[in-house]
């Protein structure tokens, strides 16, 4: 029986170091409620993301809920979005009473085209939402130009881009608020766990009074708040976890060169490319399945699974084709052309350090034999 290789796997501190943090946590009677992991943790994060302000959450989904909350955006405004990510970013925006309006996506990074922004733009728009998708900057120049011109909030979908800089600068500075996921699956993890960062000194009060149910003092609620209280035992995976991940990085570093070396030769097989001056988060390896490759990502795809390894289709369907978004006005074909192009073309590979050389081997060897 062949083993199940997975896109990812993910990061763990050795047992018997995260056996001393429990004792700790059990020693302090302190499980939860911004406790000393937790602030520690929120310390933590500011050097490693070179940001101001660090508001750690029990997930990513609830912290990029509670980023919309805070910013007060009117009710039943529309918020610009992109429809190639995971459901949660649109989702985060319909829970707030918004209304998503769907934008196209720009060919290489696979974020939101900011030249087609402005065209999206009506008297009800509030905000735009970006993602970095798979650990590629979007253009946050050119947007936070647009939300100047319109008055407009910029919020980024930050799930994929843990210590990514660009020129330098941590990315979770741009915009009004940044969040970031820290759920397994993702590079630097806390099991489930994520965290907003953000420049504006008077969003650290109001964050935290939205985390905590909108709790302000023991006989004072003034707003709707949310559970989205990061636990002890979360934040001490993430304390471990944080002396480990360069390390991942650097072993991803290798395995990504070994796949750009080998799949550069194949025809019809595309590497999106990193800008130059953005640091690689190591997030994903997404690759393109052309038109002039002999298979097609669905076959590739399959072709791949009959071997037991599991890439990804990240992202089809397109949010944009749920159910639920799919009559939204936005939602047509014709709105996000490049959108639904790629959705049929993408591929995201295996990629994490300690995938075994016979895998990597394999995996190039499936893609280069261009047969079912
Ligand atoms: C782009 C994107 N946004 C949001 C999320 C949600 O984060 P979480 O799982 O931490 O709630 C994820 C993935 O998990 C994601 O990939």
């Not at 310390?43 to 660090?54: D, F, G, W």
């Not at 099991?191 to 907003?196: A, K, R, S, Y």
């Not at 019809?268 to 393109?288: A, E, F, L, V």
């Amino acid at each position: 029986m062949n083993k199940n290789i997975y896109v990812t796997q993910p990061l763990l501190p050795k047992l018997e170091d995260f056996q001393i943090q429990l004792e700790e946590i059990w020693e302090s009677k302190q499980l939860t409620n911004a406790g000393c992991k937790h602030n520690l943790l929120e310390q933590e994060l500011q050097k490693h993301l070179k940001v101001p302000n660090v508001s750690l959450f029990n997930n990513g989904t609830i912290a990029l809920l509670t980023a919309l909350k805070a910013l007060d955006l009117p009710y039943g405004s529309e918020v610009i979005t992109t429809p190639f990510t995971f459901a949660a970013t649109p989702h985060c925006i319909s829970w707030n009473g918004l209304n998503p309006v769907f934008c196209d996506i720009e060919p290489n990074t696979m974020c939101i085209d900011a030249n087609k922004i402005e065209s999206l733009i009506t008297e009800k728009t509030s905000a735009i939402l970006a993602v970095h998708v798979y650990g590629f900057p979007c253009d946050v120049k050119k947007i936070q130009e647009i939300a100047d011109k319109y008055n407009l909030k910029v919020i980024y979908d930050g799930a994929h881009v843990f210590s990514t800089e660009i020129d330098g600068v941590g990315i979770g500075n741009f915009g009004d608020i940044t969040m970031f996921s820290f759920h397994a699956t993702k590079l630097f993890n806390t099991i489930e766990g994520g965290c907003l960062t953000y420049k504006d000194e008077s969003l650290v009060k109001k964050i935290y009074n939205l985390r905590n149910f909108g709790i302000q003092s023991e006989e004072l609620v003034e707003e709707v708040g949310i559970n989205g209280k990061m636990n002890e035992i979360q934040a001490s995976v993430g304390l471990l976890n944080l002396n480990l991940y360069k390390e991942e990085q650097e072993k991803r570093k290798t395995l990504r060169e070994f796949y750009d070396s080998e799949l550069s030769k194949i025809k019809g097989i595309r590497i999106p490319k990193m800008p130059k001056n953005t640091s690689d988060s190591y997030q994903y390896y997404p690759i393109i399945i052309e038109e002039d490759y002999p298979l097609t990502r669905n076959e590739l795809y399959d072709k791949l699974k009959k071997e037991n390894i599991f890439a990804r289709k990240y992202f089809y369907p397109l949010c944009s084709d749920y159910e639920c978004y799919k009559n939204l006005p936005s939602s047509c074909v014709e709105n996000l052309s490049v959108a639904n192009k790629y959705k049929n073309r993408v591929l995201t590979l295996p990629f994490y350090g300690d995938l075994e050389e016979e895998f990597r081997v394999k995996i190039i060897k499936l893609i280069k034999i261009n047969c079912l």
